[in-house]
């Protein structure tokens, strides 16, 4: 099961989509979808290949922040935590690699398990399931960005915008 690291004590509102953070891989900002009906979380990844460390497969993949861009791809190694079929939103069923990620979520660290898929053509970047909200969030689904966004600037700017 996944680990809890609250910062602050009951459950905490969050709204129906929210900036998210990926401590320890350089992803600061990540725009993500709060999806009671998940029961796991998703990443858009790209370029994703299984390796071996130590006897043990590891998962290496690229992620792209920033929606609309190209920019900024940052790379990620995990260990595998597992390999399962999910069905998508169109009722297709795909092997997907499972990944234990931190996740700074309106303030509260939780540990989900997170599959990699291409969401290229999804509206945002992350999914957060069921199994990660259950570790302490409530959603509000008339609010959104409750734990802030990044300034226009920085969104600017990954964008290619220049500002």
Known sequence: MAATHPTSPGPVT??????VQLP??????????LDTGARSS???????????REGHPWVRFSVHPWQRSDEDAVVVERPVHD?????SSTG??????????DITLVGRI???????????????????GREALRQGYLVDARRSYLGGR???????RNRGIAS
């Open 83 to 87: 390999t399962r079929g999910v069905r």
């Open 42 to 52: 998703a990443l858009h990844a790209f370029d994703v290949h299984e390796f071996d």
């Open 14 to 19: 969050a709204g129906w989509r929210e900036w």
């Open 110 to 128: 939780v540990t989900a398990e997170v599959t990699l898929a291409s969401r290229d053509q999804m509206g945002f970047r992350m999914l957060v």
């Open 150 to 156: 990044p300034r226009r600037a920085v969104r600017r």
């Open 92 to 101: 297709h069923v795909q092997q997907r690699y499972v990944v234990l990620l």
């Open 24 to 33: 320890g891989h350089e992803i600061d900002w990540l725009k993500a979808k």
